[in-house]
């Protein structure tokens, strides 16, 4: 008779190699309060205060009314691939064919199967700190070794060229980088991004460009690697409908790649979720073609919530903070916090805001730093001030 394994047993060694991401256990024990009646003001959730657009909306109404509520292709419907490589060859200059776009459920499943594709056990992928929280996990579960590439807070979190090739190595396997940034606001400026597009493709390393924030760039337009010349045997463009059209659950993402890599992340798809929803294939085609009115206008809110919260940041004694470029977070140093009142690290100062100041902020340790919370600034403009006056007053009683 076998033994009837414990509960610790049981589970897989991958298992160990990831841990819940950080932003999902701050958001369900803020839930937790909430439901006892607790008014928080939420900075953690890194989602958009916006409802999905209305004619969004009709197209998955449609879509249901029009019983097109079966399974699909595994990549996607042939139009939602087209929608996509369009969209991103008007906006960024690409040249994709369908055949090398899939269609997946969230830009996470995009970058978790790329990264299943692509990594074997102890090969290095390169990650530029402060880093969105996923990508350590999604690397250390297919057996790679992320290889942080520090940065610099007094140069604005900056990612170089000259910084990302001096970590290539004969293990190398991959390059993330993530611009605007998750959770710094960070844009990689086009010099740098075109030169590491060339170093990529000379040493034959996959450059993985998570494009998550790219329509919400503040000062000119967002530029995506895959537009310069002889970039498309090297890199995968990682997209998605989730905050450019606040359709966080609608789980609505894509990839852009060479049509060999594209087909193994549809190998995986086809054994795990079959595709995405009918349903959502059709509202994303409506969010894609659509007028992109919908998304200036968002941009336009964000920017003037980041002047905002930058402002009041100010207003807290000894609190520094760069100057985000994009996406919708800000990322402050609150170093002079920490060692008082007996808060030693940003996890610990951050559920004392939770539990004591009733705001919700992601702790720096989760994206690789000690000195920093992130704010996510998608929230009503009353919420910025009544959040920040509420920090800085638990603060300063330190
Ligand atoms: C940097 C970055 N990439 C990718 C994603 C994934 O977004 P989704 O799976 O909702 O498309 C997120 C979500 O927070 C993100 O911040």
Redesign the pocket.
Known sequence: MSPVPTAAAAFTRRMDRIEISA?MAITAEAAKLRAQGVKLVDFGA??PHFATPQHIKDAAIEAIQTNFTRYTMVTGIPEVRKAIVERHAADFGSDYAPEEAIF????????FEALQALVEHGDEVILPVPY????KDIIQYGGGVPVYLETNEADNFRVTAEAVESLLMPRTKAIIL?SP??PSGAVIAAEDLEQIVRLARERGIWLLL?E??IYLQFEGKGISGAGFKDSKDTVVV??????TYA??GW???YALAPKALISAMGKLQSQSTSSTAAIVQKASIAALKGSQECVAKMRDDYKALRDEALAGLAMIPGVTCTKPEG?FYVYPNVSRYLGRGGIENTTELSRRLLHEANVVVVPGEAFGTSEHIRISYAVSHADVAEGLERMKQFLVKL
Do not use: H
């Not at 997946?104 to 970058?111: E, N, S």
């Not at 990682?238 to 905050?243: D, F, M, Q, V, W």
């Open positions: 932003t890194g989602e997946t459920t969230g830009g996470k499943l995009a970058l969105w929280v996923s990508y993530n940034s998750n998570d998550c924030y990682l997209g998605s409908l989730s905050k359709m966080t789980r609505a993402g996406a």
